[in-house]
């Protein structure tokens, strides 16, 4: 396999991402980070999370997390209320819309995936993993943060940071 072959199967995946992202936001009216969060809450105890407990489950900054929150409180799909026994904590709780749009959309692309690795036999997976550990050298990009999960939602400051962190 040349090079050219190998940029075209990397472009298949960027481009996949781009297109699930882009009908999600258009049938749907949200992100994919967004889902995710909507997600964290569905699976946490009481449907609620702190701001500080998204960040780190997304493993995105503290703005970008800002931005996902007060876009999906403005749709009414989450809500801040405040922690019981300490109002200085904010729990950010699931609500019965956000519950019902995340029970409409389709099974993700990173959901997909991460079934099909699981069932990798060990030897494989850890190919897979070589893999990616030589791309991610290749493209001197070991430093860039990023979600355990599939997305393209991303905020242009972030990448201004990022930029000026590799400069």
Do not use: W
């Not at 472009?11 to 258009?26: A, F, G, N, T, Y």
């Not at 999370?49 to 800002?66: D, F, Y």
């Not at 991460?114 to 050298?137: F, G, P």
């Amino acid at each position: 396999m040349d090079t050219k072959e190998i940029l075209i199967k990397i472009r298949k995946i960027v481009r996949s991402v781009d297109i699930e992202s882009k009908k999600i936001q258009k049938e749907y009216g949200v992100s994919i980070p967004q889902v995710l969060c909507l997600g964290f809450l569905r699976d946490a105890a009481n449907y609620q999370l702190t701001q500080g407990e998204i960040k780190k489950l997304l493993n995105l900054n503290s703005s970008t997390v800002s931005g996902i929150i007060n876009r999906l409180e403005t749709k009414g799909l989450l809500a801040r209320l405040p922690k019981t026994g300490d109002k200085r904590v904010v729990n950010i709780t699931l609500t019965s819309a956000g519950d019902n749009l995340l029970n409409s959309i389709p099974s993700l692309l990173h959901e997909q995936l991460s079934n099909k690795l699981e069932k990798l036999d060990a030897r494989k997976l850890k190919e897979v993993e070589t893999s990616l550990n030589t791309l991610i050298e290749l493209l001197d990009i070991e430093q860039v943060e990023a979600s355990p999960l599939i997305t393209l939602d991303v905020n242009l400051e972030d990448i201004d940071e990022e930029t000026n962190l590799r400069e």
